[in-house]
Structures are given as C-alpha cells and as structure tokens.
C-alpha cells in the first residue's frame, strides 16, 4: 500500500515515543521508507539507535548538523518525503508549529516543508484541554495540517480522558488516507464553498456571512479519505485547505461556470452560500451620490448551481445540498431537497441567535430520502468527517 512512500517522522518528546518504534515497524512492513527525527525530548524516551535500528535510516537530531552538509541541508530533507508524520506530537511541538517557530531541527523542518504534515497528538489531558492548545489546535487545522487522534484512556500520568497517543496501526490507517489509500481513493468529488459576491459598482458589491468553514472543512475530510477534490471557493474568510484542487471565483455565475468545467465528478456537495440574486446592471463606474436622488438597484436571479448540476447531464451520482433555514428547518429543507432535485441535504438553522454563521460549529440534520437525521452540534470538523464517512460508504455502497 505505501511502496515508494517516504515518511519524514519526527518523533516528539513523551512517553508515547515508545508507539513510534511499532509505527516504524508497520510502515516498513507495509513499503514505505522512514527517516526519522528525534526531538531533544524524543530521545529520553527511545534511543537512536533503536529508531535507527528499526527504520533502516540514521536518526536526524540536530539543525546544525544539517546546515553544516551544503547537500543534505533541512530544507531538501523537508521535501524529499511524501509526507511528514509528527508522532507523538507534544502540546509544545503544536505551540510551536502554530506560531511558527524553527528553533531546532524539528520545529525548522516543519516549517520549511511543502508536504502535507499530519500529527498524532499525545499529552496529559489537562494539556489536551488547555485552552492554548485549543487554540493551537484549531490553527493548526485551518493551515491545513492533518491530526489523527488523540483517544481517550488511562495514561501513564494516572489520569484518564483525551490525550493518549492514538495506536500505530489507526496513525498508519491516517498516514494511508493522507496518501490517497482511503475509501475515496480514485474518487473525484466537487464542493463548493464560501460565500458568493455580486457587484453593484466596481467597488460595491453584495455579499453574506459565509466564512467557508464548513466547505473547507467538508473539503479536508473528503481529502483525508483519499478523495480528489475540486474545491470552488467564493472569497471566503478562511483560508482553503492544502491538498485540493482550489478554483476561486467571485459571482455565482463564475461559480457555476467552474462547478460544470470540473464535471465529471463521482460526487458533488454544494456548501456554498450562493447570492440568490445580482444586480441586473452592474455600473461601470463608481455609483455616485447626489444627483438624481437614492439609487434603486433591480435584481437578476442567479442561476441555482445545486438544481442545475442534480438535473445536468452529467449529473455526479451523489448530489448532496446545504440548506440554510432560520425556522422550521426540517420542513423547510425536506422541501428544498425536492425541489433542487438533489439525493441529499444538510440542514442547518443559521438563526444569528445559534452561532452558526461564521461560527466553529455546527447542528444540522442530514435529510434523504428515508427521512431526517438529527446529528448533535458538533465542531464543524467533526461535522464535515461524518459526512465525507457517509459519502464514502454511500459511493462504496455500503448502507447507511
Ligand atoms: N445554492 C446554489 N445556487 C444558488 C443558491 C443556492 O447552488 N443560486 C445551493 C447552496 O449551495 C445550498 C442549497 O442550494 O447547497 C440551498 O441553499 P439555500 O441558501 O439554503 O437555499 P436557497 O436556494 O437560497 O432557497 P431559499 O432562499 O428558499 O432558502
């Protein structure tokens, strides 16, 4: 499964460093290479040389090793790998990584490379808790880094809840998805994002309270199960995830154009909050006050890009909509469902008094055809995960 995949491990400071050495073992069981880093905290906790030992590699510890070697300097060693797994990653590698700190050789690394990174997080579960690494956490992810873990159980520490290193074989299973093993591997899913802008002047324009979370989010998980994804973004606040296909578009009208172009496609979720209409005659010039009183803008209906591409003639197989309500939102959604022609919608209440819009998380219920499901309100990572876990399934038909 990983033949000719290289894996840069960088094995942090932790008394889950022990799991690294069974990781190793598994890696190269399964065809990968494996050059291992050991952190300064890694190496109280496993020697060099059993990691080298295991890996069939010299062990990397120190920066200044490397920059003395014009050939094998940090930058090339960050980049000849397919994938960079941090395992266990501390609370203090997540700080670093977030702040972008390079102040030894693993720190350096990570920020000097083009490849995705997933971590494997273990601490004590106060430290999990923190609100720092909360934060880190949550920044980490929206820079695209990928995290399997941690679970939950008893720790070395005598304490028991989230913080444990999740085990090598479920980290090998993340470091497969992350290199296209996953149950969407060879599959191509559309997903559109953000919100839409319509332009009233060339300075003007009309817009929603899309951030793109949700779309960005629903886009990595779709990635992380081996998914090829096209991801069509309006000008959305949060950054889009690494890994995909990003085609930026401004108009509904752009987006739609984009949405048909990246067709064929084995399924497509349409996250967007498209502008239902534009001003029928854009002004050329900037609109000027005055004269002539208040300005009175007439409408055009946007095209609908999720009814059109469920009655296309390369309609994806899978058609899956968003429905924004602010009441009655089951009812609401159930009908947009028909009326879009779509196999399934993801309702949400995006009443300003939930939080929804612009917020981390989100309560939606997943309606089908057999009906509505309440989901719980949950991070909107964790919303996009069940959903790309039920596309996958649904595509390799599995029942739900
Ligand atoms: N959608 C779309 N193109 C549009 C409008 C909406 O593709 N021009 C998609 C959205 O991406 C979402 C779904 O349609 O998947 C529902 O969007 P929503 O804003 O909830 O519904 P509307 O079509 O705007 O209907 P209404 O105004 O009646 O709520």
Known sequence: MLADKRILLIIGGGIAAYKALELIRLLRAAGAGVVPVLTAGGAQFVTPLSVAALAGHPVHQDLFDLTTEAEMGHIQLSRAADLVVVAPCTADLMAKMAGGHADDLASTLLMATDKRVLIA???????????????????????????VGPARGDMACGEHGPGRLSEPA????????????GPLRGRHVLVTSGPTHEPIDPVRY?????????????????????????????????????????????????????????????????????????????????????????PVLEFAENPDILATLSRHAQRPPLVVG????????????????????????????????????????????????????????????????????????HLNGKPA
Request: proline residues 4%.
């Open 322 to 393: 968003f429905a924004a309500e602010t009441e009655n939102v089951v009812d609401h959604a159930t009908q947009k469902r028909l009326r879009k022609g779509c196999d399934w919608i993801v309702a949400n209440d995006v009443s300003p008094a939930t939080g929804i819009m612009g917020g981390a998380e989100n309560a939606v219920h997943l309606i089908t055809a057999d009906g509505a499901e309440a989901w719980p309100r949950l991070p909107k990572s964790e919303v996009a995960a069940r959903l790309a876990g039920r596309i996958a399934d």
């Open 206 to 294: 009309i817009a929603n309270r899309s951030s793109g979370a949700q779309g960005t989010a629903l886009a990595a998980a779709l990635r992380d199960l081996g998914a090829r994804v096209t991801f069509v973004t309006g000008p959305a606040t949060v950054a889009p995830p690494q890994g995909v296909a990003v085609v930026a578009v401004e108009t509904a009208r752009q987006m739609l154009a984009a949405v048909e172009a990246a067709l064929p496609a084995d399924a497509a979720v349409c996250a967007a909050a498209v502008a239902d209409w534009r001003v029928a005659h854009e002004a050329s010039q900037k609109m000027k006050k005055g004269a002539g009183g208040l």
């Open 121 to 147: 997080p273990a601490m004590n579960v106060r430290m999990w808790q923190h609100p720092a690494t909360r934060r880190n956490l949550a920044m980490l992810q929206a820079d695209g880094v990928q995290v």
């Open 170 to 181: 479920t980290i090998l299973a993340a470091i497969e998805a992350a290199l296209g093993g």
